[in-house]
């Protein structure tokens, strides 16, 4: 079992940069697939960016360039780095885990480990 705590969440101006913060409370390393979702009230929640153990990353299309997942397997934390954001980015962004058994989970619903969510707010 792994438990995880986001942080780092606020409001910006858009054209802002936030960076975003997963503490997780066991080594996660080559052990897990981690990765950053976003969710609006009424809306599903949708993945903005994957890292395998490898060190792989995938960005949905609409944050492409501009978003920047990474992981410290030394302080067991994961980071969303957000460059230029826009008001279109504004949701609840959570932070997901699964343990890694050769593959990683294709949709939200195979990731079994989540944070509390940090709120991101984008003013234009």
């Known amino acids: 079992q792994v438990q995880l705590a986001e942080s780092g969440g606020g409001s910006v101006q858009a054209g802002g940069s936030l960076r975003l913060s997963c503490a997780a409370s066991r080594y996660t390393g080559n052990r897990y697939c981690m990765a950053w979702f976003r969710q609006n009230p009424g809306a599903e929640r949708e993945e903005v960016a994957r890292?395998?153990?490898?060190?792989?990353?995938t960005y949905a299309d609409s944050v492409k360039g501009r978003f920047t997942i990474s992981k410290d397997n030394a302080i067991n934390t994961l980071y969303l780095e957000m460059n230029n954001l826009k008001p279109e980015d504004t949701a609840m962004y959570y932070c997901?885990?699964?343990?890694?058994?050769?593959?990683?989970?294709?949709?939200?619903?195979?990731?079994?480990?989540w944070g509390q969510g940090t709120q991101v707010t984008v003013s234009s």
């Open positions: 890292i395998q153990p490898d060190g792989r990353t």
């Open positions: 997901a885990a699964e343990e890694y058994l050769g593959y990683c989970p294709r949709q939200v619903g195979g990731f079994g480990h």
